[in-house]
T-cell receptor, first 117, second 114 residues
Framework: ETGVTQSPTHLIKTRGQQVTLRCSSQ?????VSWYQQALGQGPQFIFQ???????GRGNFPPRFSGLQFPNYSSELNVNALELDDSALYLC????????????????FGAGSRLTVL | GDSVTQMEGPVTLSEEAFLTINCTYT??????LFWYVQYPGEGLQLLLK?????DKGSNKGFEATYRKETTSFHLEKGSVQVSDSAVYFC?????????????FGKGTKLSVKP
């Protein structure tokens, strides 16, 4: 089975620009979550998608938006970039399910490192 | 709100030393608990998990026991190797919350010297 793949791996943008990050889910997974990991910090939840709908959102402004496609792949879009948006963006896929099952265990990609100048 | 607190690093040990990384949590519901590991330049990998009180998660020689009475999930390994050098994250998933997303601690960097 393939894991979670993200692209691009690194990118540099300037303040005010827009960025799109992409994620392919692990085979068999139907839920995608996005996390922001600032340097030296733990990942922070941005949002989750299930069945192409946003299914939960963390404390991030509306300029962070996303999509999930019928094949369960996903995009994260960030508009009007700010310097503080510089971080590693992690995509994670999972299979929706209850606590006791193997579902809901997140499989993470290697991340996209965004630098905003 | 829910939170995870883990001991600050960096932690530097010699090979074959005993490892403990402390983790405590606050949750409104009854969470599942996880340890993830992040090797340099890579994403997070699930190391172990526990879904209910007194469960012990174990993998690759690492262990952690879900202690509801002390709201803790400390990570231990009896004999670390150089290859264990990484950043370790404690996390919880609170099924009683509205989102059920993972909440992470800040991470503890472990360096193991030969």
């Amino acid at each position: 089975e393939t894991g979670v793949t993200q692209s691009p791996t690194h990118l540099i943008k300037t303040r005010g620009q827009q960025v799109t990050l992409r994620c392919s889910s692990q085979s068999g997974h139907n839920t995608v979550s996005w996390y922001q990991q600032a340097l030296g910090q733990g990942p922070q939840f941005i949002f989750q998608y299930y069945r192409e709908e946003e299914n939960g959102r963390g404390n991030f402004p509306p300029r962070f938006s996303g999509l999930q496609f019928p094949n369960y792949s996903s995009e994260l879009n960030v508009n009007a970039l700010e310097l503080d948006d510089s971080a590693l963006y992690l995509c994670a896929s999972s299979l929706a399910g209850g606590r006791g099952s193997g579902a809901n265990v997140l499989t993470f990609g290697a991340g996209s490192r965004l630098t905003v100048l | 709100g829910d939170s995870v607190t883990q001991m600050e690093g960096p932690v530097t040990l010699s090979e074959e030393a005993f490892l403990t990384i402390n983790c405590t949590y606050t949750a409104t519901g009854y969470p599942s608990l996880f340890w993830y590991v992040q090797y340099p330049g890579e994403g997070l990998q699930l190391l172990l998990k526990a879904t209910k009180a007194d469960d012990k998660g174990s993998n690759k020689g690492f262990e952690a026991t879900y202690r509801k009475e002390t709201t803790s999930f400390h990570l231990e390994k009896g004999s670390v190797q150089v290859s264990d050098s990484a950043v370790y994250f404690c996390a919880l998933k609170d099924y009683g919350g509205s989102q059920g997303n993972l909440i992470f601690g800040k991470g503890t960097k472990l360096s193991v010297k030969p």
